[in-house]
Every structure is written in C-alpha cells, then in structure tokens.
C-alpha cells in the first residue's frame, strides 16, 4: 500500500512531529538556561574574580532570577564607575581591555591569563611604564588611589609568580586592597 505525500505529512504531523518539536523547543531551551547560567558563574568565577568583593560574591550566589543576576552585575560595574554622571563606564571598558590583553598574552596550556600573578598585576595596575628582566621587574608611576603615592615596582621570579620578598609591603597591601579600592561609588543601592 503507497502512502500519498499528504498522507505522510498527516501521519508525521501527528505521531512524530510534534513531539519532536516539543522535545527539541525544550532541549534548545534548556540549552539557552544552562549556558546563560554558566555566563553568570564565568562572570563571577573568571571575569571579576579579583574584583568582587567576599560580600558581594556571598550576595550574588543567593540571587535566583536573571533578573535579579542582571541587575546586581549593573550595580556592580556602577559603584566602581569613577565619573558616574557620563554614560561611559571607564573602568569596566579598561578593566575588560585588560582581562582580555593578559588572557591572550599570559595564557599558558590550561592556565588562563587572568589567574596569573602577571596578569593579576596589569588587570590591576595597567601596563608598566617600564620593564627589566633578571628578574623581571615591572616599575609603576604613582597610583594615589590605591595608597600608591610615589613610584613604586613589582618583581617577579622566573617563572612570572610574584616574588612577595622583594616587592614593597606597601605595593602588597594594594593589591589585597584592591577590591575595596576601585568602589568609587559605595552608596549606590
């Protein structure tokens, strides 16, 4: 028995179909809730993670709607916006100009950039104003925000991890500081 073409999109129509359309509209929707949430935990675990503060890392695990995520990642970005009465945000563009310069210099096989101390140190402090090897030695102009006030420089071992004895205890501290440093606009709610 032949089955007409109308016939067959009757049947499919009917018993196959439909329920894959179903299955496949809730797959590509699980599918859309899965990768914005893994966005979320990237923006929390890899984009600001030497940024965020413990309480606003404690604050944003509890939020549950993206709207919620949404609107705590704008308030985030306004506090340490440093002219808040502009429509650009200068710290967030060079903060991500940056994440992304030490992600493509200072990624190394599984080792992202950004969890490097090298690469800790420029999303920090910027690019140095000059370098040296042996060993290699990174000299800043003065940062007064970060309690910085004269020239200061930071010094790494061969393998560009921070060598914590050579460098400055005030140098130290504004890197522990730094989170805390950068809310410019603390109140904002």
């Not at 030695?137 to 940062?143: G, H, K, L, R, V």
């Amino acid at each position: 028995m032949k089955i007409s073409f109308l016939q067959r999109e009757s049947i499919l129509g009917r018993a196959g179909i439909r329920p894959l359309t179903c299955m496949l509209s809730l797959y590509l929707l699980t599918s859309v809730f899965a990768a914005q949430e893994r966005n979320y935990k990237n923006w929390m675990n890899e984009d600001v993670y030497w940024i965020i503060t413990p309480e606003e890392k404690k604050a944003f695990k509890k939020l549950k709607t993206d709207e919620e995520k949404e609107n705590f990642i704008n308030l985030f970005w306004a506090k340490r916006d440093p002219t808040p009465l502009d429509e650009q945000n200068e710290f967030k563009e060079t903060y991500y100009k940056r994440l992304d310069y030490v992600n493509r210099r200072f990624t190394r096989g599984p080792q992202r950039g950004w969890k490097t101390d090298a690469g800790k140190i420029l999303i920090f402090f910027g690019p140095p104003r000059e370098r040296q090897s042996d060993p290699e030695t990174w000299y800043y102009d003065p940062i007064p925000y970060l309690g910085l006030d004269s020239e200061f420089k930071v010094i790494f071992n061969n393998t560009f991890s921070l060598d914590s004895q050579m460098t400055s205890m005030t140098v130290l501290k504004a890197i522990d500081e730094f989170p805390q440093q950068i809310i410019f606009n603390p109140d904002l709610k």
